[in-house]
């Protein structure tokens, strides 16, 4: 009787992780599909981004597909920030196991936030960004 209630734990444990992993695997073939109209991509547990010439779209990346998508134009922004934990940095003082967030300012003073779970590579597509901005 203790052996069994010894190995229901584990059990429960092993189908949570099964379903967790199918569901991160449908995530990512969802992003896959969309990412394929894009010349730059990303995928990241907060958000997908993509960039098709000047335009940006993203959303949230979830098992039924990408949700939330917004798209704005790079000509409608005047202002590219990188911030970690809601504060402008410099890209050159982020610690890799940050969290950072890439805040595009609109002309008309809006803001749009976008989430990467790695400041690294959100360090890299603000660089990207920043040399789409000035050409």
């Known amino acids: 009787?203790?052996?069994?209630l010894f190995w229901l734990p584990l059990?429960?444990?092993f189908f949570w992780l099964a379903w967790s992993?199918?569901?991160?695997?449908?995530?990512?073939?969802?992003y896959k599909v969309w990412a394929?109209?894009?010349?730059?991509s990303k995928y990241d547990i907060y958000a997908v981004l993509g960039k098709k010439g000047n335009m940006l779209t993203w959303g949230k990346p979830t098992a039924k597909g990408i949700l939330n998508q917004s798209q704005f134009s790079l000509d409608d922004i005047k202002q590219i920030n990188f911030l970690v934990k809601g504060k402008v940095v410099r890209v050159q003082d982020l610690s890799e196991k940050e969290e950072a967030s890439l805040e595009f300012i609109h002309n008309q003073e809006q803001s749009i936030v976008?989430?990467?779970?790695?400041?690294?590579?959100?360090?890299?597509?603000?660089e990207f960004l920043l040399k789409s901005l000035n050409v």
């Open 114 to 126: 976008i989430p990467f779970t790695q400041a690294t590579l959100a360090g890299e597509w603000y």
């Open 1 to 4: 009787m203790e052996r069994g």
């Open 21 to 30: 992993g199918k569901n991160e695997y449908q995530k990512l073939e969802n």
């Open 11 to 13: 059990l429960i444990l």
């Open 36 to 40: 394929e109209d894009f010349d730059k």
